[in-house]
């Protein structure tokens, strides 16, 4: 599977769980995001944005990266222009790492570009290596979640047969209203098996730390 690592300009926590997760991807940053690649140890190929939010320092530091710039008067964000540059280059699969924490604007547009994502056909997740977030849509899904995890489902729809197993408090065939918060704060006991018959949301997994 050619897998993208999309750096964007939320929170980053260089976690093992993260560096794993991020082993073998190639990278392209979004603006400011490019900050995140020396903490992680990633060489970037592609550098996009229009460049509103790097500092002077930043792209100094940066100045080999290959660049596409776009204008500040654009229809994008630097992370959607970023994840269409992965999917360009054949990415199967994108990680929005840095996707969360920050402007709140940007860390829920993060969850729907995601989302959007998964719905055609490409896997997709948003990180800052304390917190992930995996688009739900309907369908099976399995999920490497460490035990002691916390784990929600936030429905960003009415959600209908819902599933849940692999946690304390499993639920079968469940309907989930949105605005509903049945289905927070549930911790991870196993492996993870979710079912949703119709709906979307996004699960919220937060990894035990050492």
């Known amino acids: 599977m050619s897998k993208f690592a999309i750096l964007v300009g939320g929170d980053i926590f260089p976690t093992d ?3 794993n997760q991020l082993t073998g991807a190639r990278v392209i940053a979004a603006d400011a995001g490019m ?3 020396v903490p992680l ?10 460049f509103d ?42 990680i929005l790492a840095g996707g ?41 899904h399995r999920l490497d979640a460490p035990p002691g995890s916390r784990l929600s489902i ?13 946690v304390r408090w499993p639920l079968e065939k469940r309907a989930v209203p949105l605005g509903s918060t049945l289905t927070l704060s549930n911790v991870v006991s196993g492996p993870v098996r979710i079912d949703l018959a119709s709906g979307n ?10």
């Not at 500040?72 to 994108?94: F, I, P, W």
């Open 154 to 166: 936030i429905a960003l729809s009415d959600l209908d047969g819902l599933s849940l197993a692999g």
């Open 41 to 50: 140890g990633l060489e970037v190929e592609l550098w996009v944005g229009d």
């Open 17 to 19: 769980r993260l560096m």
């Open 100 to 140: 969360l924490g920050g402007q709140s604007d940007h860390a829920f547009a993060h969850l729907t570009l995601a989302l959007g994502l998964v719905r055609d056909g490409t896997d997709a997740f948003v990180t800052s290596g304390h917190e992930e977030a995996w688009p739900l849509c309907p369908g099976e």
């Open 53 to 94: 939010s790097a500092s002077p320092a930043l792209i100094a530091d940066a100045g080999h990266v290959p660049r596409q710039t776009f204008p500040a008067n654009k229809d994008s964000t630097d992370g959607e222009l970023a994840v269409r540059a992965a999917l360009d280059r054949g990415a199967q699969q994108v």
């Open 35 to 37: 900050m995140h690649a």
């Open 201 to 210: 949301g996004i699960i919220m997994v937060t990894p035990p730390r050492p």
